[in-house]
């Protein structure tokens, strides 16, 4: 079972940039799609980005576009989000998520393993 470990989140200004990190467990990593999403308090967990197993498809909500880039190291087994121009409104525990999905989904229910998640909060 592959299990997943974020990092990098802490407290940015507006404006200001941050990188995710998401390590696993196993190279198994190298077959999964895998996603971000994004839970602020009192709202549901939604999609932020994911990544196809081979690096080439990749997708991302609309209010991200431009700002946020996915990628991902199948050597180091790492998948990274680099989030740049951030908002108040991206404040949330950040999570990465694993699926084995032949596509790039953006449902979670698509997504067979978690990480514990990491908070990114920024200030206005």
């Known amino acids: 079972q592959v299990q997943l470990v974020e990092s990098g989140g802490g407290l940015v200004q507006a404006g200001g940039s941050l990188r995710l990190s998401c390590a696993a467990s196993?190279?198994?990593?190298?077959?999964?799609?895998m996603g971000w999403f994004r839970q602020a308090p009192g709202k549901e967990r939604e999609f932020v980005a994911a990544?196809?197993?081979?690096?080439?498809?990749?997708d991302y909500v609309d209010s991200v576009k431009g700002r946020f880039t996915v990628s991902r190291d199948n050597v180091k087994n790492i998948v990274y989000l680099q989030m740049n121009s951030l908002k108040p409104d991206d404040t949330a525990v950040y999570y990465c998520?694993?699926?084995?999905?032949?596509?790039?989904?953006?449902?979670?229910?698509?997504?067979?393993?978690w990480g514990q998640g990491t908070q990114v909060t920024v200030s206005s």
């Open positions: 998520a694993g699926g084995l999905s032949s596509q790039v989904p953006r449902n979670k229910y698509e997504y067979e393993i």
């Open positions: 196993t190279r198994a990593f190298m077959s999964y799609t």
């Open positions: 990544i196809s197993w081979s690096g080439r498809s990749a």
